[in-house]
């Protein structure tokens, strides 16, 4: 059996995918601008995730910008059948590689051009909309012009499925009025938890959610409650708490990125992992302190 397979699947619209995936987003420079540090290593680590049974990746074009579409382009294609590649749209860089929103249907539908000649493909599995809010938090406000830009071209056979990234309940009913939605992206980890509720209410519905900066992000995770359950369990605090984030809700997919193999190794790994309860209200109580 596939070792990620432990883990469990979940469901990205008519597609089925192990709960522990690769996000490639690090495998661009520095503040995600430009080519990678090694770009032979880059090439590397897509080639493992991929050899040792990851079957969802995420990605976009304005990673780079157009540099991680790139190589997973060079280092996959033709990809396998089984591979699921999740892209998505709303943002360009700047040429000081500063981000700023794009999010008109016209740059929206350039953006989706732009990544299926990027990828090499005909058609994208799975679009999210990337709405640039609060940078890292969802802002209320109405985003039915842009989602029904990308539902537009989702009838015209350029993407199967559609989903959301930094948003609020409120904007992903308002999206469901237009067209299915199967993912949800939002910052949430064992320290940020203010979308708790929210990860239930889409398992209900049986749409995935994926975390972004599931370790923190710019800001890696410390606590030492996460750092002696590490030591009593004989890991690493960061496999600790994406173990987590696989045990608080069956619907949430893990993209750890890394350009490192030896952590990508460590992340992949997190698949067979499990928290007993007296470890999961430990690790809860990091979030409500």
């Keep these: 059996m596939n070792k990620l397979a432990q883990a469990g699947n979940f469901s990205l619209g008519d597609r089925t995918v192990h709960r522990v995936g690769y996000g490639a987003m690090q495998l661009a420079g520095p503040g995600v601008y430009g080519p990678p540090?090694?770009?032979?290593?880059?090439?590397?680590?897509l080639r493992e995730a991929v050899a040792a049974g990851v079957n969802h990746i995420d990605t976009s074009d304005f990673y780079g910008p157009?540099?991680?579409?790139?190589?997973?382009?060079?280092?996959?294609?033709?990809?396998?059948?089984?591979?699921?590649?999740?892209?998505?749209?709303?943002?360009?860089?700047?040429?000081?590689?500063?981000?700023?929103?794009?999010?008109?249907?016209?740059e929206l539908v350039r953006a989706v051009h732009d990544n299926l000649r990027n990828l090499g493909l005909d058609v994208l599995d799975v679009?999210?909309?990337?709405?640039?809010?609060?940078?890292?938090?969802?802002?209320?406000?109405?985003?039915?012009?842009?989602?029904s830009a990308l539902a537009e071209l989702q009838q015209q056979g350029?993407?199967?499925?559609?989903?959301?990234?930094?948003?609020?309940?409120?904007?992903?009913?308002?999206?469901?009025?237009?067209?299915?939605?199967?993912?949800v992206q939002n910052q949430f980890n064992l320290a940020h938890?203010?979308?708790?509720?929210?990860?239930?209410?889409?398992?209900?519905?049986?749409?995935?959610?994926v975390p972004f900066f599931p370790l923190g992000g710019f800001t890696p995770l410390q606590s030492q409650t996460l750092s002696d359950v590490a030591t009593s369990l004989g890991t690493t605090p960061m496999q600790v708490a994406l173990a987590w984030l696989l045990a608080r809700a069956?619907?949430?997919?893990?993209?750890?990125?890394?350009?490192?193999?030896?952590?990508?190794?460590?992340?992949?790994?997190?698949?067979?992992?499990?928290?007993?309860?007296?470890?999961?209200?430990?690790?809860?109580?990091?979030?409500?302190?």
């Design 37 to 45: 540090r090694d770009h032979a290593a880059a090439l590397a680590v």
């Design 66 to 106: 157009h540099v991680t579409n790139r190589l997973i382009r060079e280092a996959l294609h033709p990809y396998a059948d089984e591979l699921v590649i999740v892209t998505k749209v709303g943002a360009r860089r700047g040429e000081d590689a500063s981000w700023h929103p794009a999010q008109s249907p016209a």
């Design 250 to 289: 069956p619907n949430i997919l893990l993209i750890p990125g890394t350009s490192s193999l030896g952590h990508l190794r460590e992340n992949l790994a997190v698949a067979g992992l499990r928290l007993g309860e007296e470890v999961m209200v430990a690790l809860d109580g990091i979030g409500r302190a």
């Design 193 to 209: 938890r203010a979308d708790d509720a929210f990860v239930d209410a889409l398992a209900a519905q049986g749409i995935a959610y």
């Design 158 to 183: 350029l993407i199967r499925h559609l989903g959301l990234s930094n948003v609020t309940p409120s904007q992903v009913a308002e999206a469901q009025r237009i067209a299915p939605v199967v993912c």
């Design 127 to 147: 679009v999210n909309l990337r709405i640039m809010g609060d940078v890292h938090a969802p802002a209320e406000g109405s985003i039915e012009p842009q989602f």
